[in-house]
């Protein structure tokens, strides 16, 4: 906009410069404040005479040179930016109260804007100052904050259609004319918010609605009014954006109700969710079934590939458990290696067999985990809704108590929950739960059974064997309850009484002058556990023992799979001294190779063997002379005749222990048999070769009918009954020298 005077032109202008020239001559005689700004450099670059009185500037190029953009907020930076969009999208104009701080003072006019194409292209914004304003500070200051604000502020007709909306409205819609029900993006939202808006007056909300950025979350909450202007019934609508929060809301509750490894759903919401199918099932009369699955040996996995493997194949099981069922089926991750499987049966679906031995089957293909290629398998139990139990708690714990079962049946299987096992399970619950009181309330004892020379009959040797003195059931096995000492983890602290004592009683005989060897059991499970070598190195710098009258007796299990913990114990307690035995050798599945991996010094022929050896005599003859081939000592368990012993004896084994001689019996008793040898080989010297045993007349001081355990025989063990019936111990001892 030229500001020389229309006088000054040239002579010889062409007439459309003629026009334009006297054109901006009115522009410039308005009284109007008219003036173009430009965005993008934040500089007015034209204004008539009344806009330079209103910026209070001289001329107009003191007016272009200043920079606007030292004073301007951020939103009125970004306000303009949205103009200028709108202006490049649409002829749009808009009007608003704005407050200029020309030279610092402030002057507030209402102000219509619209688009101005600038000669180089751009777009600017053409101004028209309609009225300066006037008004009270507290007006000014309103009409400022509802400019400013980020809330979204809009007033509504009764039908919806717009009569006013703040700057931050204005920019949440997607058309100027928006009525307000097309705001929301959800027609059921829509319906719902309407519905109460009309009813109650007021009405609030969190909802999804549909922004030029796309689907936001905002929190709308509206009531009904009266338009200031004319009257009518009108709706105040205010907003807020609540899509950060709402996200993380969403986030937080999704945390809260899944699994953040498979990303399956979690106890808590399978807890609400299982409930809610169980009372729709009801309502309808239909039927479910709930899949208890725990994966079998997980924890062996685990400790041995690491835990970051072992959460890689729990994530591949979520994903085959939910590739295995249907869509409307429900998968939950309830813990550890559990999982759990809600199925729809409808009327009377009968699919659950179909869908457990599906999930076997998806289960045996194997998962390639860390470069290994490991083949899970599960144990499912089963239980139906409503045969089973009708809430959620009781079938939980019938599925639980099948998959029990199913695990005890030996791993990869499925079984149904009925009565019967329930009564078997709780009997076995409650024998486990009992097992912890009798060690707390030191039910147990180590009785000790002789290990005895066959060259001369001396006893040499003692095996520490637990047993169990239940207050109601008289002396219990270790049979009966070493497995659920080892289901429940109470072996090892169990194990490590064992020990403690077994020491104690070695360095006791020691210093009685008895030179025996204390042997104690130690399952495969407690060689799993990464403390047991420190346990024990503990155990012998306490008591004071020598480890190497200590022999440590295990099964072949121990040994099978190669275990890195297993085979670092061994070794420390070889390097202190300790002797280590394979126990009931014959029935496992090891081979040489591990046997002459590991440092192996006794093998103890299993008592089946001996106990065939007149009928078939092949196996012990064979590890006898393995033995020997080995240089491993051999000791046969079990020796129940004289028969089998002189059979022993002609082919050099080492050792024998058996009923034939003494049973395990208790500590005193033990002890007194050690003392009347010793005063017999005092006395009489040892009987070198045949003569009769020196402890010929011992074997009636341990007949003690209450300790020993022929006088409690389990139930349809023959020998031993035949044993117990015998008349005194002498006549099971020796009798041959
Ligand atoms: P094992 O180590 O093979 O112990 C030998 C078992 O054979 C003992 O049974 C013993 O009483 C029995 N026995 C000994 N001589 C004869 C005989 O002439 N005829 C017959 N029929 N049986 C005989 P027990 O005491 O019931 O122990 C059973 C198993 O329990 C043991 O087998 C051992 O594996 C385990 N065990 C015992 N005490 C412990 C312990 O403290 N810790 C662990 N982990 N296991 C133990
Ligand atoms: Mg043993
Ligand atoms: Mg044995």
Known sequence: MPTNAPDDLPKTSPPEARIATSFATVVNRLE?????????????????????????????????????????????????????????????????????????????????????????????????????????PEWLRSTEALLHTPVMISLYDGDGVP?????????????EGEIFGDHFADAG??????????????????????????????????????????????????????????????????????????????????????????????AAGERLALLF?????????????????????????????????????FVARLGGDEFLVCLALGRHGRRCEAVARRILAELDAPITVGGRRLVVSASIGMCSFPEDGRDLDTLMRHADLAMYAAKDQGRSRVLPFDAALKAEVEAQLELEASLLRAFERDEFELFYQPRLSISDGRIIGAEALLRWHHPTRGLILPGAFIPHA??????????????????????????????????????????????????????????????????IEITESTLVGDDRVTTETLRTLTELGFSIAIDDFGTGYSNLATIQNHPIDTLKIDRSFIATLETRPALAELIIGMCHLLGLRTIAEGVETEEQLAWLEARNCHEYQGYLFSPAIPTDAFEQLLELQRDRLAGQGMAEGGGP?????????????????????????????????????????????
């Open 32 to 136: 109007t404040p008219v003036w173009v700004f430009d965005i993008d450099r934040s500089r007015v670059v034209e204004a008539n005479a009344a806009a330079l009185a209103v910026w209070r500037a001289e001329s107009l190029e003191a007016l272009t040179a200043r920079d606007l953009a030292s004073d301007m907020s951020i939103s009125v930076r970004e306000r303009l930016r949205q103009y200028q969009a709108d202006f490049e999208r649409s002829d749009a104009r808009f009007s608003e109260i704005w407050t200029l701080y020309p030279e610092g003072q402030p002057t507030t006019l209402r102000v219509v804007f619209s688009g101005h194409r600038l000669p180089d292209g751009r777009m600017a914004m053409l101004c028209e100052a309609l009225a300066q304003i006037h008004e009270t």
């Open 163 to 175: 009569l006013y909306r703040n700057r931050a409205a204005r920019n949440a819609v997607l058309r």
């Open 189 to 282: 939202d829509r319906e719902a918010f309407l519905r109460r808006l009309d009813s109650d007056g007021h009405a609030e909300m969190v909802t999804r609605v549909s922004t030029p950025d796309g689907a936001r979350w905002h929190e709308v909450s509206a009531r009904a009014c009266s338009d200031a202007v004319d009257g009518r019934p009108a709706r105040l609508v205010s907003e807020i954006d609540v899509t950060a929060r709402k996200i993380a809301e969403d986030q937080i509750r999704f945390l809260a109700h899944h699994d953040l490894l498979t990303g399956l759903p979690n106890r808590t919401l399978l807890q609400s969710e299982v409930e809610r199918r169980l009372a729709a099932a009801e």
């Open 293 to 329: 699955i725990d994966l079998d040996r997980f924890k062996t996995i685990n400790d041995s590939l690491g835990h970051l493997h072992g959460d890689r194949l729990l994530v591949e099981v979520a994903r085959r458990l939910n590739r295995s069922v249907r869509k409307d089926d």
């Open 486 to 551: 080892e289901k429940t983890g109470l072996i090892d602290r169990i194990g490590t009484e064992v020990i403690h004592e077994a020491a104690l009683r070695q360095k006791a005989w020691a210093e009685a002058g008895h030179d025996i060897t204390v042997s104690i059991n130690l399952s495969a499970r407690q060689f799993r556990d990464p403390r047991l070598a420190d346990n024990i190195v503990a155990i012998v710098a306490e008591t004071g023992c020598e480890p190497r009258r200590m022999q």
């Open 693 to 737: 045993s020196p402890l010929w007349d011992l074997i009636p001081l341990v007949k003690r009918p209450d300790d020993v355990e022929w006088d409690r025989p389990e139930p349809g063990s023959a020998k031993v009954r035949r044993l117990g019936l015998r008349t005194g111990f002498g006549h099971g001892f020796n009798p041959r020298r």
